[in-house]
């Protein structure tokens, strides 16, 4: 009784991150779908997160080189099919070249940020879409993404306890 | 034959105390089972394949009401950052408001009730039946609000208009607790008017 006492007001406290936020396994989807939808709050709060590396070509072939993972479509809502959740990445530095980016693997570039959000703003890209064989379809959509201003990067070698897919 | 009569009337006074705090007793109890109602699913969004996508819970709602932050991540608040509140922000704060306004009548009616069980009086019964009829209309107009949400943004923006998707709520459940909860009052009330009659 007198720990639920006071579990009630410390987890009232603990509202999201508070000045720093340190993206982990089990916060993973939680909060970066979070952060998709209210990219205000996180502004100017350090973010530190593990990710693996991802090209996304728009319909001019111009490259985006991103930091995701892979998760269902809708941010949580099972109703579409997979998409990628993650950052643009803004680093002056060598960022790994994205591995294995599309198949169903663990096997991918792997690689530890930290940094802050670039702008509210997402940047809009317009890429072909695919038809249920994988193959590029005459229709075109349009998928949004923040920009990440790395501060820090370094490539995880060990993945074993990191999942490419992350849900609720 | 005066002997006998006392003695009936004795039996049936115990039978009626007997009722009387059984009746007691019985709201307190519903009133209790209410606070685990209130883990039930308030406002959920469920999709005929995968069943319940995301939820928020009574608690959850209680819980927002102490700090007011709707775009928290924290698992206390449920799934309310995202998709409710992104996308159907005013039917969650009027909600929020009808689930807080609903605690503290849990709180109050509870308060009440205990109060009652130390000593039973027909005024005290009185006022908690004027509170559990409120109680009733607000738990139904909460759960109106929250099948209403089926109109926002929720349905067709998050879930992609997938018509295996709904917006649903067990808001219903509570209401018809405290539905039992008011006929139960009720029934303690004339009790205890046919007691103080017969006195």
Not at chain 1, 152 to 166: K, R
Not at chain 2, 58 to 64: K, L
Not at chain 2, 106 to 119: H, Y
Not at chain 2, 168 to 182: A, C, E, K
């Amino acid at each position: 009784m007198k720990k639920s006492l006071f579990l009630i007001p410390s987890l009232l406290l603990l509202v999201g991150c508070q000045n720093d936020c340190k993206i982990t396994e089990s916060t993973f989807f939680l909060v970066m779908t979070n952060i998709q939808y209210y990219p205000e709050e996180y502004i100017n709060k350090e973010i530190t997160l593990d990710c693996f590396t991802y090209n996304v070509k728009d319909v001019n072939n111009k490259e985006y080189l991103c930091g995701v993972r892979k998760c269902t479509a809708g941010f949580g809502c099972k109703c579409g099919k997979d998409t990628v959740i993650g950052f643009i990445l803004n680093y002056d530095g060598d960022i790994p070249e994205p591995k294995n980016q599309y198949e169903d693997t663990n096997e991918k570039a792997w690689i530890h940020l930290v940094g802050k959000l670039a702008s509210e703003e997402k940047t809009k890209i317009e890429i072909n879409s695919y038809d249920a064989e994988g193959n590029i379809a005459d229709t075109t959509e349009i998928v949004e993404f923040l920009s990440f201003n790395v501060s820090s990067l370094e490539t995880i070698t060990d993945y074993s306890g990191l999942a490419y897919f992350v849900s609720k | 034959m005066t002997n006998n009569y006392q003695k009936e009337k004795t039996v049936k006074e115990m039978t009626n105390e007997e009722k009387i705090n059984l009746y007691r007793g019985m709201i307190l109890v519903l009133l209790g089972l209410m606070l685990i109602f209130f883990f039930f699913g308030w406002c959920y969004v469920y999709n005929k394949d995968y069943g319940v996508e995301v939820n928020c819970n009574g608690w959850n709602f209680i819980c927002m009401s102490f700090c007011w932050n709707f775009k928290s991540t924290n698992k206390v608040f449920g799934d309310m950052a995202v998709p409710f509140y992104y996308y159907a922000k005013y039917y969650v704060i009027v909600l929020e408001v009808m689930t807080t306004i609903i605690f503290y009548l849990t709180l109050v009616l509870i308060a009440l009730a205990a109060f009652n069980l130390k000593k039973a009086n027909r005024r005290i019964t009185t006022i908690f039946m004027v509170l559990s009829i409120v109680y009733s209309v607000v738990l139904l107009a909460a759960f109106v609000t929250a099948l209403t949400m089926n109109g926002s943004k929720i349905l067709p923006k998050y879930c992609s208009n997938n018509p295996k998707c709904s917006v649903d709520s067990l808001i219903i459940f509570p209401f018809l607790l405290s539905l039992v909860i008011m006929i139960v009052n009720i029934v303690l009330r004339n009790k205890l008017a046919s007691k103080e009659a017969e006195q």
